[in-house]
């Protein structure tokens, strides 16, 4: 546990940053699950539906430096590929 005042304020902080950090991760993994989901399932329209809402999600979280802004572009590649994979084989 921290000793000094300043130590006590940085824990403060962090555990305010994890909080709000972890509301970002966990909508990115909700919405990738359903989108993997959906994609498996070969629901192709309702997983196009769900990709703007990842769109959004990742590049929020690249905005507030959760992730990094390459790894939310390589992700919306992949799932962009995935789509577009799916779609040529229907």
Known sequence: ????????KALRQS???RTR????L????LLMGEFKKLASAKKI???KAVLPRIYKALDKAAKEHII???KASRKKSRITV???NLTAKK
């Open 45 to 47: 329209e309702e997983a």
């Open 26 to 29: 966990n909508k990115i993994r």
């Open 15 to 17: 555990k305010r940053k």
């Open 1 to 8: 546990m921290p000793i000094t005042t300043s130590a006590k």
């Open 21 to 24: 950090n972890l509301v970002y």
């Open 68 to 70: 990094h802004k390459n």
């Open 82 to 84: 995935l789509v577009n």
